[in-house]
């Protein structure tokens, strides 16, 4: 109920003391009446006393009556109390209603939903669970106040449970109920209590899995006949006698084949990531992985001239896979080269922090507008395709990273700003790093590549 304004306290004060004043008024005519003046008011006060505890007892049988029931004629201030509390009673009663009505509504709802939804206590007790949850995983009345983990009894989705901020993606299990489903499991925060969504998210793995095996054979069934053809073409643009009329649409062709193959080497290595096909993993040496990207990257930038320097602030190695470590981080260096107008400065450091360790590669080259950055890891995302293409690009470069960084659970932030430059920062959690390793202190190379004057740069591979 809320506080009574300071005009109604004195409307309160007001109501009491005229009527007050009326019986003492009354009394004080009585006795003037019978010449007796102080006795009639001391009647009066009396009377205006018992007239006020039966209204008293009138008030308080009506507080225990029903909210509907309007409050009873009573003199003075009460009159007044009473209709306030019936007011806001009232108005109380109303909303009350309302909320019932809304809960009504949410819980029929959610009993109508396909999707499984389950309520749960602090302590990660079942509280309550709709039809679809009753379904799906098989719940009787006994379940509640089973704890999910027992329910759910998957690792993954434990680890996914207690580490859940809002708002979040969810994750995908593979039924534990039937090996043949797939779920999407979403749990979101409120208060000490959550809410667990599950649905059914089988067909859209299948549609899913069709697409990677369609593109994994499109991609291996290319790559024989493409081969054969870049064999043929290289041949026939090597032959001295060859007509120079036809010299330019070989080499074209020649470029533009190998283009192909590079595309379909980067679908399939895709292919690869996605099938989560993981592979042995093992204790990579970074500091040696760097130095040879450093040495692949000086003869990449042959064309370019940038000035390219690389420190090794720590001797961390990194739990993981070689392979698709190497193609991922050559994939930014290629890029850093590449999206930098000549004579540049490229920078590579690996450097121990306290999450774990970073590698930055960082270029004073073209930048990236803001608006592109939140995109730049998707398949074929390019922010300026003429560029790209001319640069000998794929545009699956970054999806390619994002996929092995995934894999290695390690994060990319980007920074850039157009014109000056851009920084990818690849961050490798502490769980990664193998332990065992020394630190022997900081190593730093440099090398500058020799400017190329013509503009060779489009057949480049990453
Ligand atoms: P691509 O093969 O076209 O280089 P990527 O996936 O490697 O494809 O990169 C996607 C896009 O991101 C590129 O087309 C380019 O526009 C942009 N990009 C990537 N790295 C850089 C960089 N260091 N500087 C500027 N733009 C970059």
């Not at 709709?130 to 009894?153: C, H, T, W, Y």
């Not at 070689?322 to 004579?343: D, F, H, Q, R």
């Not at 560029?387 to 092995?404: F, M, P, Y």
Request: proline share 4%; net charge negative; with cysteine.
């Amino acid at each position: 109920m809320s506080q009574p304004t300071s005009s109604q306290k004195y409307a309160l004060f007001w109501a009491d003391l005229r009527w007050l004043l009326f019986w003492m008024a009354l009394g004080a005519l009585v006795g003037w009446y019978y010449e007796a003046i102080a006795w009639g008011i001391i009647a009066a006060l009396v009377l205006f006393h018992l007239l006020r505890l039966y209204a008293l007892q009138r008030f308080s049988q009506w507080v225990k009556s029903p909210i509907q029931t309007p409050p009873p004629e009573m003199s003075g201030g009460l009159t007044f109390v009473a209709t306030q509390l019936y007011q806001s009673r009232s108005k109380e009663q109303i909303t009350q209603q309302k909320m019932m009505g809304l809960v009504k509504k949410i819980r029929s709802s959610l009993l109508a939903l396909q999707d499984a939804v389950i309520l749960l206590d602090a302590e990660d007790r079942l509280e309550w669970w709709n039809q679809a949850a009753e379904k799906m995983l098989v719940l009787r009345s006994e379940d509640q106040g089973d704890s999910i983990f027992n329910l759910i009894p998957l690792p993954e989705f434990h680890e996914y449970y207690l580490n859940a901020t809002a708002p979040n993606d969810g994750i995908r299990l593979n039924s534990w109920k039937d090996a043949a489903r797939y779920v999407q499991c979403e749990v979101t925060h409120f208060g000490d209590e959550k809410l667990l969504l599950i649905y059914d998210v089988t067909r859209l793995q299948h549609l899913e899995q069709m697409r990677k095996d369609f593109v994994a054979n499109v991609s291996h069934e290319l790559r024989t006949p493409l081969t054969v053809i870049m064999g043929y073409i290289e041949t026939f643009a090597d032959q001295p006698d060859i007509d120079p009329k036809w010299q330019r649409g070989f080499s074209l062709m020649s470029q533009q084949t190998r283009r192909m193959n590079s595309i379909i080497n980067d679908l399939l290595m895709l292919s690869r990531l996605e099938n989560e096909e993981k592979p042995e993993p093992q204790c990579v040496d970074m500091p040696k992985l760097l130095t040879h990207l450093f040495d692949d990257a000086q003869i990449y930038n042959k064309d370019y001239g940038h000035l390219i320097d690389l420190h090794l602030d720590s001797q961390a190695n990194i739990y993981g896979s070689e392979m698709y470590l190497n193609s991922a981080l050559l994939n930014l260096v290629t890029n850093a080269i590449k999206y930098t107008p000549k004579g540049g400065e490229i920078s590579i450091s690996w450097t121990a922090v306290k999450e774990g360790c970073v590698l930055v590669v960082s270029d004073t080259g073209i930048g990236i507008a803001p608006e592109h950055i939140e995109r730049l890891t998707e398949r074929f995302y390019r922010v300026d395709s003429g560029r790209s293409r001319g640069t000998g690009g794929t545009g699956l470069g970054l999806a390619i990273v994002k996929h092995v960084l995934y894999q290695h659970e390690a994060t990319l932030k980007i920074e850039s700003s157009e014109t000056h430059g851009s920084t990818f920062k690849v961050f490798f959690p502490e769980s990664r790093i193998c332990k065992g390793c020394n630190d022997v202190g900081p190593i730093e190379y440099w090398g500058q590549g020799d400017v190329d004057s013509e503009e060779s740069t489009d057949d480049q591979d990453k």
